[in-house]
């Protein structure tokens, strides 16, 4: 559940933006500067998050009145294995050190729906941690790291769970909304495992922006899940991406090699915590989506 601590939303002095490469982290940026908010954003380049020196960097660089924003980190493309898990860990600890000496007036980490386990469903903020592979134990370890800093150093702390994210500028290609659109645009099919009957509750980036941008204002504390309010199959996605594109576009369905799992959020406590938010609907994303796609190339 969220506390908000600002009786009336209010935008913050600056918001220092760790992950800059990364498809939230990008988002992110473009939003709160379209609203105006100063920004500082940091690359891997600028600051390794992982290496000894950046607990002196991050002192240099933050102030008291920042709001800071945790999106770094090795996602699971980069390889679900331990290496990975003790640089994504090692990262967390530096920041903590950080905090520890230049305490932020908000922190907010961007963690995962991988905090909690596949047979849970629909998801709620109150259930317990019960992940089921490394890359969950990593956002379930951070959390706890960042906690304890936060505690330490009477930091306002705000952790988002989103599900799996898509939208322009996602480049994880994973199976779901933009790997389909990819596809349909460069092969003319879309490739679905089974009958694509398992439902996922599919996230706007532009949702998940709007979201950080209201924690912000309302400088909120507590656990929020990243939801879309709704949830499709990717058969649903699938068939939709198809009629968007405006092509013959193929819908081929490959073996099934994992057992089917439904997963979604419910998203009682996310219109508790601001009703005047409204989620993008699944056409209006992917035609966002596409739109983008389109015009790369």
Same mark, same amino acid.
């Given at each position: 559940m969220l506390t908000h601590l600002n009786a009336s939303p209010l935008p913050p002095a600056r918001v220092v933006i760790l992950g800059?490469?990364?498809?939230?982290?990008?988002?992110?940026?473009?939003?709160?500067?379209?609203?105006?908010?100063?920004?500082?954003?940091?690359?891997?380049?600028?600051?390794?998050l992982s290496a000894p020196t950046a607990v002196g960097r991050l002192r240099a660089l933050l102030r008291p009145e920042d709001a800071l924003v945790m999106?770094?980190?090795?996602?699971?493309?980069?390889?679900?294995?331990? &290496?990975?898990?003790?640089?994504n860990v090692s990262m967390a600890e530096q920041l903590a050190q950080a905090l520890a000496a230049v305490p932020c007036r908000h922190l907010i980490y961007i963690?995962? &729906?991988? =905090?909690?386990?596949?047979?849970q469903s629909p998801l709620a903020e109150t259930l317990p941690p019960s992940p &089921?592979?490394? =890359?969950?134990?990593?956002?379930?370890?951070?959390?706890?790291?960042?906690? $304890?800093?936060? $505690?330490?150093?009477?930091?306002?702390?705000?952790?988002?769970?989103?599900a799996v994210i898509y939208g322009p500028g996602n480049t994880h290609n994973n199976y779901g909304p933009n790997r389909f659109i990819?596809?349909?645009?460069a092969e003319g099919k879309i490739r679905?495992?089974?009958?694509?009957?398992?439902?996922?509750?599919?996230?706007?980036?532009?949702?998940?922006?709007?979201?950080?941008?209201?924690i912000l204002r309302h400088r909120s504390i507590g656990v929020l899940n990243g939801s879309s309010g709704t949830f499709a199959s990717f058969a649903e996605v699938a068939g939709l991406v198809a009629q968007l594109c405006g092509?013959?576009?193929?819908?081929?369905? $490959?073996?099934?090699?994992?057992?089917?799992?439904?997963?979604y959020s419910d998203p009682t406590e996310l219109y508790?915590?601001?009703? $005047?938010?409204?989620?993008?609907?699944? &056409?209006?994303?992917?035609q966002a989506t596409l739109r983008e796609m389109t015009l790369r190339g």
């Open positions: 800059a490469r990364g498809f939230i982290a990008h988002a992110l940026a473009a939003s709160l500067q379209a609203d105006g908010i100063e920004i500082c954003v940091v690359a891997s380049r600028d600051i390794d999106t770094a980190g090795l996602t699971p493309e980069k390889g679900l294995n331990a &290496e990975n898990l003790i640089k963690s995962s &729906e991988s =905090y909690y386990g596949w047979q &089921e592979e490394l =890359y969950g134990l990593m956002h379930v370890t951070r959390e706890l790291i960042f906690a $304890q800093a936060a $505690q330490a150093s009477h930091i306002p702390y705000a952790i988002l769970r989103p990819g596809s349909a645009l679905l495992f089974g009958a694509g009957e398992e439902t996922r509750d599919h996230v706007f980036i532009g949702d998940v922006t709007a979201l950080v941008g209201l092509r013959n576009v193929t819908i081929e369905y $490959q073996p099934r090699t994992v057992a089917i799992t439904h997963r508790r915590s601001f009703p $005047q938010h409204r989620p993008a609907t699944l &056409e209006f994303g992917l």
